[in-house]
């Protein structure tokens, strides 16, 4: 935007979400009331030696004024600022920027009087600029103009100086300038969301495998008996795949066949039958009012419920009969199943959202539908496969959702490519699943833990670090027992405020299907009976890496790491601090699950600000105790079979 013949160049700040930050500045998760500042800055320049003001203009989206911060200027034409949004949902800010004529007389009357150069006209001009201002001023501030115009009349140089850079003069100058030569940003889009967006610990489970039972299907009330179970855990958000009824036409059989039999329950995929669709209950597993109960009893526990938001059908799913028109059909008259090679799903089909019969009813209907959800308390949702999906569709609906109620938060399953992850975040998912699963050795996993630390990424990207998933058997899982399973639940718990467990992995459970990242007998395609107490489980570890979790906000997000060195390209070691440094996290996980390695590790006191050298108390915060470490290298070994992973908390030795 320009008005008149001088503007001013403002460098657009970035699209944030849940915090923000401007360049070369790293925001923390942003969370509502109180939570920490929306840094932003700006690139912001005029011609000359001219003097130019910077304002950061913020508001929530619903609001009709703009709050002002004043911008500081802070090195090669960078201005900065921040503001703290008073609660959660969708914000929106700008920069503003205008020559600062009075800003730029003060400048140079100071210096000129302290240089001993005469000031006698520069006086007469400033005059001229507080005479011109008082007109635009009223009552007590017109007053007081006016009253210092007589002051100057008859004071000395060096009362005048002071007098016009007073910071009274100041002030009563800055509410009467008229910004000459304005520019101002177009807003840009902030969402401000729940703590739970930033830090929470996932375990996913099959509701029909609770019934303890092969041969029962699992209702909403098995469900309800296994909550002391996740919570005794330390997890606090309790996800489903889809609850919704299953399709019977092309309905898969144990281990993804194609010849199910008269038992076989199908993928929960699947969704749609002549029992309903997508806001629809189904009926093994109980009705809405068992569901309301299982919410209610879940909230009691500490506990949270996610829901899967799948956009697929079954062949048998009502809006094929009811309305064809959102569907592309073939020549032949039938619809292509989906598939994402080699993976073929012969029980599903999808709608076209470009179909002219699809826009906007389909839109409308898909809104309405988790919108239903929300109205029955979920407001948790991990969203299938959204990159298959128009980003356009994303952002409308989540902007829908969101106005609505702002405590609603997405979670992008799309395991794609880093521009596409990356877009969907901006377009109003809070959470993403990410690369985690596959980065095995040390430098991979510091080398990706970089990359999302680094704006813009860092901006507006949230990694939910999920360990393994139904549709997900990772190799290094497949081979690595319970030492790997140990080793990835560290790395998650601790490098991401999000992390997630699917239902079997604190059981060690990894049997593949040959050559595949898949499980063998998969829960997807059967109802399965866990035996919670198997010899050789994690349990125990999993409680104490969430006990660590919830006890150091230095874990409460992937920010705020800084990698060390280990000497063994074996072993991952980073320090983790919350922005004060009040509360410093060690870790150092072996990355070879086979056998033990051991190292000199290097202590971080140049991260904690400390001198080189200065003592720690390490606190153990797997094995307990407390000892203190001198000198700026320490030995480890750790041992797979043991614990492959230890976790410190540090104090400076001075402090204790």
């Not at 001219?50 to 911008?71: F, N, Q, T």
């Not at 115009?149 to 009467?176: G, K, Y």
Request: hydrophobic letters at 40%; one cysteine or more; a negative charge.
């Amino acid at each position: 935007m320009r008005r008149g013949r001088r503007p001013s160049h403002l460098g657009a700040p970035h699209r944030h979400r849940g915090h923000a930050a401007g360049r070369g500045h790293g925001p923390l998760p942003g969370e509502a009331p109180g939570g920490p500042a929306v840094i932003v800055t700006a690139d912001v320049f005029t011609e000359g030696h001219g003097k130019i003001a910077v304002r950061l203009l913020w508001r929530a989206a619903d609001a009709e004024g703009w709050r002002e911060v004043p911008m500081v200027h802070t090195v090669n034409d960078i201005y900065t600022a921040a503001f703290v949004p008073e609660r959660v949902g969708r914000h929106e800010y700008t920069v503003e920027a205008w020559v600062d004529h009075y800003a730029a007389f003060r400048d140079e009357i100071t210096k000129k009087h302290a240089a001993g150069v005469r000031i006698a006209l520069e006086r007469q001009e400033g005059l001229i600029h507080l005479e011109k201002a008082q007109p635009r001023l009223s009552g007590a501030e017109a007053e007081a103009l006016a009253g210092l115009v007589a002051q100057l009349r008859s004071a000395d140089d060096a009362t005048a100086v002071a007098l016009f850079t007073a910071p009274e003069t100041v002030r009563l100058m800055t509410l009467a300038d008229d910004r000459p030569f304005r520019v101002r940003e177009a807003p840009l889009p902030l969402d401000v969301e729940r703590r739970a967006a930033g830090f929470s610990s996932w375990y996913e489970i099959f509701p029909r495998s609770q019934s303890g039972d092969a041969n029962r299907h699992g209702t909403f009330d098995d469900v309800i008996r296994a909550l002391p179970r996740v919570r005794d855990m330390g997890f606090d958000v309790l996800y489903f795949p889809p609850i919704h009824p299953i399709g019977k036409k092309n309905r898969k059989g144990r281990n993804n066949t194609l010849t199910p039999g008269p038992d076989d329950p199908g993928s929960p995929y699947a969704i749609g039958s002549e029992e309903g669709g997508h806001d629809a209950v189904h009926p093994e597993l109980g009705t809405i009012e068992d569901f309301r109960r299982l919410r209610d009893a879940a909230a009691q526990h500490g506990l949270e419920l996610a829901l899967d938001f799948a956009i697929q059908c079954s062949p048998d799913h009502p809006w094929l009969r009811d309305h064809p028109e959102w569907f592309e059909w073939r020549p032949d008259g039938s619809i292509r199943y989906a598939e994402n090679p080699p993976k073929k799903y012969e029980d599903i089909v999808n709608v076209d959202f470009y179909k002219p019969g699809a826009m906007p009813a389909l839109w409308l209907t898909l809104r309405d539908i988790v919108l239903f959800w929300v109205g029955e308390g979920v407001k948790l949702f991990r969203v299938d496969n959204p990159h298959t999906k128009p980003l356009p569709f994303w952002e409308w609906m989540i902007g829908e959702v969101r106005a609505r109620d702002p405590e609603v938060v997405f979670l992008s399953e799309a395991f794609t490519r880093p521009k596409v992850m990356y877009r969907l975040a901006k377009v109003g998912f809070g959470q993403s699943y990410t690369y985690f699963t596959w980065r095995n050795t040390a430098w991979e996993m510091q080398q990706y833990l970089e990359e999302l630390n680094q704006p813009p990424v860092r901006d507006f990207f949230k990694p939910h670090f999920f360990v393994n998933t139904p549709d997900i058997n990772p190799v290094f899982l497949q081979n690595s027992g319970r030492p790997g399973h140990l080793i990835r639940a560290a790395l998650a718990a601790t490098l991401s405020g999000l992390w997630g467990v699917y239902n079997g992995f604190e059981l060690c459970e990894a049997r593949p299907v040959p050559g595949k990242e898949e499980y063998l007998d998969s829960e997807k395609y059967e109802i399965k009976v866990w035996d919670y107490d198997r010899p050789g489980n994690i349990t125990g570890e999993i409680t104490a890496l969430n006990r660590i979790r919830r006890q150091n906000p230095a874990l409460h997000s992937h920010l705020g790491v800084t990698f060390l060195r280990s000497n063994h390209e074996g072993i991952l070691l980073y320090v983790k601090m919350t922005p004060e440094r009040e509360n410093v996290v060690l870790v150092a996980v072996s990355m070879d699950p086979h056998q033990a390695l051991e190292s000199h590790i290097e202590l971080p006191q140049y991260a904690m600000g400390l001198p080189n050298g200065a003592g720690l108390v390490a606190e153990n915060l797997m094995q307990g105790g407390e000892e203190v470490w001198q000198g700026t290298h320490r030995r480890l070994r750790l041992d797979p079979h043991a614990m492959p992973f230890a976790i410190w908390r540090l104090r400076a030795a001075d402090k204790a």
